[in-house]
C-alpha cells in the first residue's frame, strides 16, 4: 500500500468529527508544503509491537544523534490520539517558543517543546496553528 493510501485509510478510521478536522488538516499541509514528502508512521517498532499512535509526517529534516549517526525524519506531523489531534512541529532548539509565540493567540490547546494538541479545530485559532507549522517548516533541515 502506498503511502497516500496508507495516510487517506488512517484519516478514513478516525471518528467523526475527528476525521473531518484530520482531512482538513491533511489538506492545509499539504498547501503549505506543496513538494514536502509525505510519511505515514503505523505506530509499531521493528517487532511490530505499538509504541505510539500512528501519525502523518510532511517534509524531511535529519536528525543528528549524539553518537554522530544521523537520520531523516519529517518536520511536521499529524497523529490523532484519544482526547484529539497532535500536532508535531519537529527541528525548533527552543522548547519553550511554541508556548511563548503561539499560546497566547492558540486558543485551547495544550503546547509542549514541539507538539501543539487540541481537542477539535474549532477550539483553536487556525491561523495561528499555521504560523506555528509556518515557522517549523522555515527551520533549517538539520
Given at each position: 500500500?502506498?503511502?497516500d493510501e496508507q495516510?487517506?485509510?488512517?484519516?478514513?478510521?478516525?471518528?467523526?468529527?475527528?476525521?473531518?478536522?484530520?482531512?482538513a488538516l491533511h489538506r492545509l499541509i499539504?498547501?503549505?508544503?506543496?513538494?514536502?514528502?509525505?510519511?505515514?508512521?503505523d505506530g509499531k517498532d521493528d517487532a511490530g509491537k505499538t509504541v505510539s499512535?500512528?501519525?502523518?509526517?510532511?517534509?524531511?529534516?535529519?536528525?543528528?544523534?549524539a553518537n554522530g549517526s544521523t537520520r531523516e525524519f519529517y518536520r511536521i506531523g499529524v497523529s490523532a490520539n484519544?482526547?484529539?489531534?497532535?500536532?508535531?512541529?519537529?527541528?525548533?532548539?527552543?522548547?519553550?517558543?511554541?508556548?511563548?509565540?503561539?499560546g497566547k493567540d492558540l486558543g485551547k490547546a495544550k503546547i509542549t517543546g514541539y507538539c501543539i494538541k487540541f481537542?477539535?479545530?474549532?477550539?483553536?485559532?487556525v491561523e495561528t496553528l499555521k504560523a506555528a507549522i509556518r515557522y517549523g517548516v522555515d527551520q533549517p533541515a538539520i
Open positions: 500500500m502506498s503511502v495516510i487517506k485509510e488512517y484519516i478514513a478510521a478516525q471518528p467523526e468529527p475527528k476525521r473531518l478536522d484530520m482531512m499539504l498547501e503549505m508544503m506543496p513538494d514536502g514528502r509525505l510519511w505515514f508512521l499512535n500512528p501519525s502523518i509526517g510532511y517534509g524531511a529534516r535529519t536528525i543528528q544523534y484519544t482526547t484529539g489531534i497532535s500536532v508535531y512541529i519537529l527541528g525548533i532548539e527552543d522548547r519553550k517558543y511554541l508556548a511563548q509565540t503561539y481537542k477539535a479545530l474549532r477550539d483553536i485559532r
